[in-house]
């Protein structure tokens, strides 16, 4: 694990994608803060989340941790907040009968 944690580190991009999907364990917690404080004013870290902010807290479910994660993460922060239907549902493709998708029906 710490050489995924030390390439996690050293990338210049890092992509969290839908964070806050779970709550966090212990280990989960201790290896995300020491991600970040490793990548703080030196790398560039790109999280997209449903839950807001001002939920993370809960997400990573001890105060002392979240506060140290949560103040790195949000000190040089740029925050894009999205309003809306979500993208998906309004470009969803119609859906096709079994015939017109290629689906074979066998009695």
Known sequence: MDTLID????VQLLILDDFGTHALSDQQRFHLFEIVEERYQRKSTLITAQVPV???HDLIAD???ADAIL??????????TLRGESMRKQKSAPLLTAA??????QP
């Open 7 to 10: 390439k996690l580190t050293r």
């Open 54 to 56: 001002a939920s993370w």
């Open 63 to 65: 105060s002392t941790v």
């Open 71 to 80: 103040d790195r993460i949000v000190h040089n922060a740029h925050r894009i």
């Open 100 to 105: 017109e998708n290629g689906e074979i029906n």
